[in-house]
């Protein structure tokens, strides 16, 4: 499968506790997105790469959110001194600015995050 | 600002019958509008995308949505529904490819 992977699929944990989840993009995408999406709801913009270069980030929710590309290929979401709110659903999705035309993101799978 | 609004929660349609997903959009400049739809335990899949191009725009697996400027609508229709239709579908509104606003989404329910 050449698509959007993300792990872990599931993640639980207590508050307080520090989470990282990985998404590795579409080989050839340069641009790669991280989303929240709760219950009921579309997804919500957090972040994006192109390559390496973290472009835009004033939308993490709070400064307990960070995100890294070192390399321009996978990328992680960090989640320091969870909260219950932060429960939600984490997608990533990835694209490619070099095709003509509107760039189409492509996602993955998600990882659902439970802090109890 | 940019947003959407997805006029239904919920459908429900019998199979075989015709499916009509509502979206209006708002943006201050020419927007890219999408379709995805997400299947349980499923990543979102892309349905369709308008770029300014032609305004009837089709889809995979038979869907279609028609960009009306005047009425700030972006409607998604599918002729006849299948069973495998059953799914959350998202209106999407994107000005800038990097600021992509979805909608609440609308969960469609396809009786046999």
């Known amino acids: 499968d050449t698509g959007v992977s993300q792990n872990p699929r599931h993640k639980i944990t207590k508050r307080g506790q520090n989470v990282t989840f990985r998404c590795d993009p579409i080989?050839?995408?340069?641009?790669l997105y991280w989303y929240r999406q709760t219950l009921g709801q579309g997804p919500e913009f957090l972040t994006y790469?192109?390559?390496?270069?973290?472009?835009?980030k004033s939308r993490l929710l709070s400064d307990r959110f960070s995100a890294e590309r070192p390399k321009g290929s996978f990328s992680t979401l960090e989640i320091q001194r969870t909260e219950q709110g932060d429960s939600a659903m984490y997608l990533c999705?990835?694209?490619?600015?070099?095709?003509?035309?509107?760039?189409?993101?492509?996602f993955g799978p998600g990882t659902r995050l439970t802090v109890l | 600002a940019q947003s959407v609004t997805q006029l239904d929660s919920h459908v429900s349609v019998s199979e075989g019958t015709p499916v009509l997903l509502r979206c209006n959009y708002s943006?201050?400049?020419?927007?890219?509008l999408f379709w995805y739809v997400q299947h349980p335990n499923k990543g979102l899949q892309l349905l369709l995308k308008?770029?300014?191009?032609?305004?009837l725009v089709k889809g995979i697996n038979g869907f279609e949505a028609e960009f009306k400027k005047s009425e700030t609508s972006f409607h998604l229709t599918k002729p006849s529904a299948h069973m495998s239709d059953a799914a959350e579908y998202f209106c999407v509104v994107s000005v800038d490819n990097n600021d992509m606003r979805f909608g609440a989404g609308t969960r469609l329910t396809v009786k046999p």
């Open positions: 999705a990835s694209s490619s600015n070099r095709a003509t035309g509107t760039d189409t993101q492509y």
């Open positions: 943006s201050s400049y020419s927007p890219s």
């Open positions: 080989s050839e995408h340069n641009r």
């Open positions: 790469f192109q390559n390496e270069a973290q472009l835009e």
């Open positions: 308008y770029t300014s191009a032609a305004t």
